[in-house]
Nanobody
Framework: VQLQASGGGLVQAGGSLRLSCAAA????????MGWFRQTPGKEREFVAG????????AYADSVKGRFTISGDNTKKRVYLQMNSLKPEDTAVYYC??????????????WGQGTLVTVSS
């Protein structure tokens, strides 16, 4: 299974970007879908999650009200709409499929990462 993420780029503070992620390969069980991000020297952090049913979402406090996750588990696609971007949102963003809605996140598959750079 391969996850292909896209949509990153350079944007000014206050701007918007939409990240996309598509899974390709053998079919697999229904997993939660989500996004994480990582900056140099820091651990990868959870950003947003969408339950496999599509009913529930979860967000890191730092992005609540600005980011929106959506997706379609039947098509194995997940999106992250990022609005009101801030310089501190600059990171490599990774999509993931796994058990992501509990307190402990267990990713089964990772995308290759897409760089988001927010200039001040």
């Amino acid at each position: 299974v391969q996850l292909q993420a896209s949509g990153g780029g350079l944007v000014q503070a206050g701007g918007s970007l939409r990240l996309s992620c598509a899974a390709a390969g053998p079919t697999f069980s229904n997993y939660d879908m989500g996004w994480f991000r990582q900056t140099p020297g820091k651990e990868r952090e959870f950003v947003a999650g969408l339950s496999w049913s599509g009913v529930s979402t979860a967000y890191a406090d730092s992005v609540k009200g600005r980011f929106t996750i959506s997706g379609d588990n039947t098509k194995k696609r997940v999106y992250l709409q990022m609005n009101s971007l801030k310089p501190e949102d600059t990171a490599v963003y990774y999509c993931s499929f796994g058990d992501l809605m509990g307190q402990i996140k267990e990713s089964q598959y990772w995308g290759q990462g897409t760089l988001v750079t927010v200039s001040s």
